[in-house]
């Protein structure tokens, strides 16, 4: 009797291992693996998030940018719950320092207008996807295709706007990762964000290949107020000089 009861329980506690194990297994292979594949992060170097200032902020008091703010929240909480990595530096543009940050993993939030480095790093990499500058606006448009994304009121209720992801290595530390967000408007920063929640990260990894530097044009929809998922509606792979280390020492 006590053999059996024996037997019974190691069998009980063996079938709850496996189980517990195979659905920590599930759970690596849903989550962390696309979003290990996506992240692509030098574990062996901080992340620093490197955010834009508003141009009314004076620089005794510099104001960052709500949706800058958010999606730089966003990131932060997904890092965690993905990739079980819970510190991350968030740094202003105009305090952004070659020496301690530039060969860190860097996420630029934010585009030219308010973000220095965002110029300093597309200026290496040459990117597929650009903003340009015209009379009322900034818009993305693809170098060679000349095709056009920004900001547009569909009707009183709907409003569309784009960003640009860029999922490329560190320009001055090739182990490194830069990731780069910025939208034409102030909708398209942080709703672009939503791309490396749990569920869309699966999809970004097996729908693109990360392992080389790729430009995303991201279209982000609000109706009412509710922000759609968002939507890839270009990609480009492009090819990286290598990594070197001879930017000014200075800050952008």
């Not at 569920?199 to 729908?207: F, H, N, P, S, T």
Request: glycine share 8%; net charge neutral; proline share 5%.
């Amino acid at each position: 009797m006590r053999q059996d009861l024996a037997v019974n329980l190691v069998a009980s506690l063996v079938a709850f291992g496996v189980g517990w194990l195979g659905r920590a297994l599930l759970h690596h292979y849903r989550t962390r693996t696309p979003a290990a594949r996506v992240w692509r992060l030098d574990r062996d170097r901080r992340v620093v998030m490197v955010v834009g200032e508003s141009g009314g902020s004076s620089s005794a008091y510099p104001k960052i940018p709500e949706t800058d703010a958010l999606a730089a929240m966003n990131l932060r909480q997904f890092l965690s719950q993905d990739l079980g990595l819970h510190e991350a530096a968030t740094v202003r543009a105009r305090a952004f320092a070659m020496a301690s940050d530039a060969e860190e993993n860097l996420v630029v939030i934010g585009g030219p207008v308010h973000n220095g480095v965002w110029t300093l790093m597309t200026d290496r990499l040459d990117p597929p996807y650009v903003f340009r500058q015209f009379p009322d606006e900034y818009r993305i448009v693809g170098v060679e295709s000349g095709e056009e994304y920004g900001e547009s009121d569909v009707d009183t209720a709907t409003l569309v706007d784009h960003a640009i992801v860029v999922l490329a290595h560190n320009p001055f530390a090739a182990g490194s990762r830069l990731i780069m967000i910025a939208g034409c408007a102030l909708l398209a920063t942080s709703g672009a964000t939503q791309l490396f929640a749990r569920g869309e990260i699966r999809a970004l990894a097996k729908a693109y290949d990360t392992t080389s530097p790729l430009a995303l044009v991201v279209r982000v929809e609000s109706v009412g107020g509710y922000v759609r998922r968002p939507e890839v509606v270009a990609a480009a792979n492009f090819s990286q000089a290598p990594a070197t280390r001879t930017a000014p020492a200075t800050r952008p």
